[in-house]
C-alpha cells in the first residue's frame, strides 16, 4: 500500500490499545450503519396489517417476489458448484505449479537476530 499511495504509514508506530479501539469503532460503526435501513423499513409496517396480508404490495410486488425467490433458488447451486471448481483448479495450480527451484536441494539458515 505505501508503494501505491507513495505515502509511508508504519503501523507499528500506534500503540497497541490505540489499534484496537480503531477496530472496535469502525466495527460499531458499519454494524450501525447496516442495521439501520432493515430496522427503519421495518418499523414503518404495522405487524396485524402484514399478518392479515392485506399489505401494500399488490400483484406486480407478489409476482416480481416469487420470481425473485425461483431465480435465487434456482441460480444457488450452479453458483456454490462454479465456486468450488474456482477453489478447486487454484489449489490444484498452486500445488504442481514449477517453483522455479528445487525443494528438495535448499539450505535453510536459521539467523538468530539479536535486537
Known amino acids: 500500500m505505501n508503494n501505491i499511495t507513495?505515502?509511508?504509514?508504519d503501523l507499528n508506530s500506534f500503540p497497541e490499545h490505540a489499534k484496537l479501539c480503531v477496530v472496535l469503532i469502525a466495527t460499531l460503526a458499519v454494524g450501525i450503519v447496516a442495521g439501520s435501513y432493515p430496522a427503519l423499513v421495518l418499523s414503518s409496517f404495522s405487524p396485524s396489517t402484514v399478518l392479515k396480508g392485506a399489505g401494500k404490495s399488490g400483484k406486480i410486488g407478489?409476482?416480481?417476489?416469487k420470481?425473485?425467490?425461483l431465480f435465487s433458488n434456482s441460480v444457488s447451486p450452479s453458483r456454490s458448484s462454479l465456486e468450488t471448481m474456482v477453489v478447486y483448479f487454484q489449489m490444484n495450480h498452486i500445488l504442481n505449479k514449477n517453483l522455479g527451484?528445487?525443494?528438495e536441494r535448499m539450505l535453510i539458515v536459521d539467523l538468530q537476530l539479536r535486537q
Open 6 to 9: 507513495g505515502r509511508t504509514l
Open 62 to 65: 407478489v409476482s416480481l417476489r
Open 67 to 69: 420470481k425473485d425467490l
Open 101 to 103: 527451484f528445487d525443494k
